[in-house]
């Protein structure tokens, strides 16, 4: 087993009875052996070794009062700016990499759309020290991001047209824990931003259990997540609501002001972070999506791995419903067409600029 420590993409993957790389294949780590000699489990899941924490060196016994993770005891004594959403994310859903829109965040009045600076969202929340150890995850999920919104609009652009043979297979592998993290950082750093609502005021504590202390230990030392907390995707979803694949959507889940998990949507998938296991049907640290449309072969599919240090995880199938014949892009129903251009409700929404496109 070896370590993963970056996004691999293979784009395009041969046709063979596998959704992505062949066992026998080489590894799309570049690492020189099989796919079955490295990266790829028996269960044909991807596997990569636990990754290092974000800080292993010697604490520093410092807490910066202005550092939400204070609670360690390993500050630097600077502060820096954090963006919650990572920037290098923030420049690929803008068309210019300077501006993007934000809808429903709890300095908004109303559903108002306001066009801000991708410097703007961040805070001064953070001692350097911790967070320049994010970055490594911030690399990983900006890049995670421009896949995932290039398999969405190659899964799509075949619109009307018989180019379906030409369909390009692509494979994305990203380490498991490396993404939980992420995530977890990511509806972290909203919260104490103070840029999400929960009942009508800024978020701004989690539920009886999940203290900063044992949250900073996860993300910055490496601690074992508590059982049935970390990533889930849930089973069920309401077509109706629409998701834009150039934008990121967080939103909390609460029992009144206390926080229970959090939602984050990317390129069109949602994603959750919960400290409890979810009361509905879910899938827990999925291995991966396949990603396929009806009315195209079956080798016509986009494969997205999400890489543990076991094996045993569920891979989900999605298979759009909508056929090449008609545009995904309209709503298909009057309730869709009710929900079309809205936000929903508690959520704070990132997209580019309408009008800024430059072709």
């Given at each position: 087993?070896?370590?993963l420590d970056?996004?691999?993409r ?5 046709i063979?009875?596998?959704?992505g ?11 020189g052996?099989?796919a ?22 010697a ?14 005891k ?53 001692c ?32 009307g ?10 494979f994305t ?17 909203a ?5 999400m ?31 049935n907390?970390g990533?889930?995707?849930?089973r ?6 629409p ?35 979810p009361?509905v049907?879910h899938?827990?640290?999925?291995a ?14 986009k494969?997205?791995a ?5 094996l045993?995880h569920p ?35 990132v ?9």
């Amino acid at each position: 087993m070896e370590i993963l420590d970056r996004v691999v993409r293979q784009r395009p993957v041969p046709i063979t009875q596998y959704y992505g790389p062949a066992p026998r294949a080489d590894c799309p780590c570049g690492s020189g052996r099989t796919a079955r000699r490295c990266h790829l489990g028996e269960d044909l899941s991807w596997i990569a070794e636990r990754p290092a924490a974000l800080l292993t060196d010697a604490r520093t016994g410092y807490a910066n009062p202005g550092c939400y993770a204070r609670a360690s005891k390993d500050c630097s004594e600077d502060l820096t700016r954090e963006h919650y959403i990572s920037d290098d994310l923030l420049e690929s859903i803008s068309w210019d990499g300077k501006a993007v829109l934000v809808r429903g965040a709890a300095w908004q009045p109303g559903g108002e759309g306001k066009t801000v600076g991708v410097n703007s969202l961040s805070s001064r929340m953070l001692c350097g020290r911790h967070n320049r150890a994010l970055s490594p995850l911030d690399t990983i999920a900006a890049d995670f991001y421009r896949y995932a919104l290039e398999d969405h609009i190659d899964m799509f652009m075949f619109l009307g047209n018989d180019n379906r043979p030409n369909f390009t297979r692509g494979f994305t592998l990203v380490s498991g824990p490396h993404m939980e993290l992420w995530l977890l950082k990511a509806i972290w750093g909203a919260i104490e931003s103070k840029a999400m609502n929960v009942d009508g005021r800024p978020a701004y504590r989690f539920r009886l259990g999940v203290s900063t202390e044992l949250l900073a230990e996860i993300l910055w030392r490496g601690a074992d997540w508590p059982a049935n907390w970390g990533m889930y995707i849930l089973r069920h979803h309401d077509h109706d609501v629409p998701a834009t694949p150039r934008a990121v959507q967080l939103r909390l889940e609460s029992d009144g002001p206390e926080v229970l998990g959090g939602y984050v949507q990317i390129a069109g998938l949602e994603y959750l972070i919960a400290f409890e296991r979810p009361p509905v049907d879910h899938f827990y640290r999925p291995a991966g999506m396949t990603f396929q449309r009806v009315g195209f072969p079956p080798p016509s599919c986009k494969l997205t791995a999400f890489a543990w240090p076991e094996l045993g995880h569920p891979l989900i199938n999605i298979v759009s419903q909508v056929p090449p014949s008609e545009n995904y892009a309209v709503p298909s129903n009057p309730r869709a067409a009710s929900m079309h251009n809205q936000i929903r409700p508690g959520s704070l929404n990132v997209t580019s600029v309408p009008g800024t496109r430059p072709f």
